[in-house]
């Protein structure tokens, strides 16, 4: 079996990660899996920032702690790092700038020299290190030349010049890590989380991109910014997360599909805002990508803690879609869908995420018939038309501004039909339980619609229970483990699928709680639903993703197996 685990590692500035993302499209190419990690702190320029790229002959959902080689163009990071290196690995490392004198094997090349010679830029020294990791896993020379000339167009040729002087060195000098045999397989893409739910939400019908910026959510504006024309859409950055959030609302009021980049801290100053949207029926999809927190917190680093504050933001009773993709392929697809439903129930949606699932890349299929835009249901020609009709399904005739003979009129105070104030105690309540009625609505739609996924053995009486991003860690460390075990992958968390939920928990003896938070906020969730309480759980908010070989011996623990 082939699985290979190499880091990457420099300060700020280096170029670690797009180095990764390449050496990972390069494996990928290959017919291998492939998962990238990236690691930096709050720093543009110094500091440390490291990636951990993985390959492997199966499908894989997370990277490896451990590591087979490090790659290091500074002290820094063999220092930090070469405690993490398997029991035969090896230290590739900048001759000129670092040197190993430890237990494992070293690998020294002069890539500032290499560099100088063909009169390039320190940070170019990141492709003569990707020539020889190919060297050392026998990597074919023109796959990377392919990858490396549509990744830097007309500025390729001294870079794969890099390439072939670090190839030829390591062939000459190391012995090779591996003989990487070519997979024939279906191609799948290499994808980013970030990319895939940008791309979910513009073959839904997004048109506008409101955001500032704020990690881990910039990476949606990285790759949305240079590819707005390519894809038909426009990509605005006010002044500040306020604006953001106003300037949406008025764009989907004059009917343009539009959606909100965040993270916590942006949407906390985007409260009133999601509540007018709440009660003027706005449809807006908040991204809402959380880190650690409380505050600033680790601002670079991933957290699930933000899912109570997400699930009653904004103040007073209103219908919200909540949704969290847990892989590139779900946030595709879930993105699409809730932008669809925002818009049929005339509500806001929020998509969670978090820096592990947006930033991170991997091989996986995506069906890009899995998203389709579904046309909301425009109000026909009225004598009279009134924006807040009440209906038994609590959704009303909506139109936009420009339609002959119609007044619309959005409000965020409590109205009538027509939009116009309303302060009567029958008036209020009436049109409180019309925008209410909508959940019922909501949940007979999500009955027919994926709301959570089943993995492992379906009929197992050990069951683990998760959400979002930790889905990765849970399906590497039931791999790990010959025992049968059901994990409930929770993808809607509003409305809230209980009668999944429900029908689960009642045919499980032991259940296991994972979150990336300290407080069991699902397990919250699920005991306020189902009246179930959670009794073990595996909680931890250190801004790291859970390492699958640790989790492993938590399941075993949680379920008594040796």
Not at 125 to 145: D, F, H, K, Q, T
Request: proline share 5%; glycine share 10%; aromatic share 8%.
């Amino acid at each position: 079996m082939q699985d290979v685990s190499i880091l990457i590692g420099g300060q700020a500035g280096d170029g670690m990660m797009r180095a990764a993302e390449l050496i990972g499209r390069i494996f990928n190419r290959l017919g291998l899996y492939a998962f990238v990690i990236n690691d930096y702190g709050s720093l543009i320029r110094g500091g440390h920032n490291f990636c951990k790229i993985r390959a492997a002959d199966r499908q894989i959902w997370h990277h490896r702690d451990s590591v087979d080689l490090i790659a290091a163009v500074n002290q820094d990071t063999i220092a930090k790092h070469q405690n993490e290196l398997t029991s035969g690995g090896r230290v590739l490392y900048d001759s000129d700038t670092a040197k190993y004198e430890g237990p494992h094997e070293p690998l020294p090349i002069p890539l500032t020299t290499m560099v100088k010679g063909v009169g390039g830029v320190p940070i170019m020294r990141n492709s003569a290190m990707i020539g020889a990791i190919a060297g050392l896993c026998g990597v074919p020379l023109n796959i990377i030349e392919d990858i490396l000339n549509r990744a830097y167009g007309e500025k390729a040729a001294k870079n794969i010049e890099l390439v072939k002087m670090g190839y030829e060195f390591a062939g000459k000098n190391f012995k090779p890590i591996l003989k990487i045999e070519i997979i024939k397989r279906d191609p799948t893409p290499f994808i980013s989380g970030a990319e895939s739910l940008a791309l979910g939400a513009v073959k839904a019908g997004m048109k506008l991109y409101i955001t500032y910026p704020m990690t881990p959510s910039t990476a949606i504006l990285n790759y949305l910014g240079p590819a707005q024309d390519e894809l038909g859409i426009v990509l605005v950055h006010p002044e500040n997360e306020i604006g953001v959030a106003n300037m949406a609302l008025g764009a989907a009021y004059a009917g343009v599909r539009t959606m909100v980049g965040t993270a916590g801290g942006g949407f906390a100053l985007m409260q009133e805002a999601f509540s007018m949207a709440g009660q003027a029926e706005i449809p807006v999809v908040f991204v809402v990508g959380q880190r650690v927190a409380p505050a600033v917190g680790a601002p670079t680093y991933t957290a699930q803690a933000d899912l109570k504050f997400l699930l009653n933001a904004g103040h007073g009773e209103f219908p919200r879609i909540v949704v969290a993709p847990g892989d590139p392929e779900e946030a595709f697809v879930k993105t699409g869908e809730v932008m669809n439903l925002a818009w049929k129930y005339q509500s806001p949606a929020i998509v969670i995420v978090d820096k592990h699932l947006l930033e991170s890349y991997m091989s996986i299929a995506i069906d890009e018939n899995g998203v389709r835009l579904e046309p909301a249901e425009f109000a026909a020609e009225q004598v009279e038309y009134r924006r807040y009709r009440f209906t038994d399904s609590g959704i009303s005739p909506i139109t936009f501004p420009g339609k002959k003979g119609a007044v619309v009129k959005v409000t965020s105070y409590e109205h009538d039909e027509y939009g116009y104030a309303e302060e009567t105690a029958e008036g209020i309540q009436k049109m409180q339980e019309k925008r209410l009625r909508k959940l019922s609505s909501m949940i007979r739609d999500l009955k027919e619609r994926e709301t959570v996924k089943i993995h492992g053995d379906s009929k197992a009486e050990n069951l683990v229970l998760a959400w979002g991003s930790t889905k990765g860690a849970i399906l590497e460390a039931m791999n790990l483990i010959d025992r049968p075990i059901r994990f409930l992958q929770i993808i809607y968390l509003s409305p809230f699928p209980e009668w999944e939920v429900s029908r689960h928990l009642r045919t499980a003896n032991n259940v296991l709680l994972v979150e990336g938070n300290l407080t069991g906020q699902l397990g919250s969730l699920i005991a306020e639903k189902t009246g179930f309480r959670i009794k073990n759980a595996v909680l931890k908010n250190d801004g790291r993703p859970f390492d699958p070989v640790l989790l492993a011996n938590k399941i075993r623990e949680a379920f008594g197996w040796k």
